[in-house]
């Protein structure tokens, strides 16, 4: 196992702990498996778009409150894995270290996801945009 921290790094390990913000982005694509952290306790869960984005089925628990819709679309799309506590979660990283076809599936369903969402800001401005310039003409 391996703890990440400024002066202690290996080249090669079996377990990447990271416990300060901003160094998952860059190894997701490095790892087998993705715990976002966070989802354990109540804290309102993690945003699980950047294992995702490299095609990494997040694993995630059951404190998702700040993003319900983005996990239930996961879920729904068998894009990630939900689990309620420790014990689950190392019995999943097991299944899907062990199972690198279902992992690859689940993580080219999540990269999909992240694709298909892609603009989401520019097309709610655009609607917006369009209600309000018919509310002006009177339409």
Same mark, same amino acid.
């Given at each position: 196992? *391996?703890?990440? +921290? +400024? @002066? !202690?790094?290996?080249?090669? /390990?079996d377990l990447l702990?990271?416990?300060?913000?901003?160094?998952?982005a860059g190894l997701? @694509?490095? #790892?087998?498996?993705?715990? =976002?952290? &966070?989802?354990? =306790? $109540?804290? &309102?869960?993690?945003?699980? *778009?950047? $294992?995702?984005?490299?095609a990494q089925p997040?694993?995630? &628990?059951?404190?998702?409150?700040?993003? !319900?819709?983005?996990?239930?679309?996961? *879920?729904?799309? @068998?894009?990630?894995? !939900?689990?309620?506590?420790? %014990?689950?979660?190392? #019995?999943?990283?097991?299944?899907?270290?062990?199972?690198?076809? +279902? %992992?690859?599936?689940?993580?080219?369903?999540? +990269?999909?996801?992240?694709?298909?969402? @892609?603009?989401?800001?520019?097309?709610?401005?655009? %609607?917006? /945009?369009?209600? *309000?310039?018919?509310?002006?003409?009177?339409?």
């Amino acid at each position: 196992g *391996l703890c990440l +921290k +400024k @002066r !202690q790094r290996r080249e090669e /390990a079996d377990l990447l702990l990271l416990d300060t913000v901003g160094e998952l982005a860059g190894l997701d @694509r490095l #790892a087998d498996a993705v715990f =976002v952290g &966070g989802s354990l =306790v $109540p804290r &309102g869960g993690p945003n699980i *778009l950047e $294992p995702a984005a490299f095609a990494q089925p997040p694993v995630f &628990g059951p404190h998702m409150e700040n993003f !319900q819709e983005m996990a239930a679309d996961f *879920l729904a799309a @068998r894009a990630a894995v !939900q689990v309620a506590n420790e %014990r689950e979660l190392g #019995a999943t990283w097991v299944e899907l270290i062990r199972g690198e076809e +279902k %992992r690859r599936r689940m993580g080219e369903s999540a +990269k999909a996801l992240v694709e298909s969402n @892609r603009g989401a800001t520019a097309k709610s401005l655009e %609607r917006i /945009a369009a209600i *309000l310039d018919a509310h002006r003409s009177g339409a």
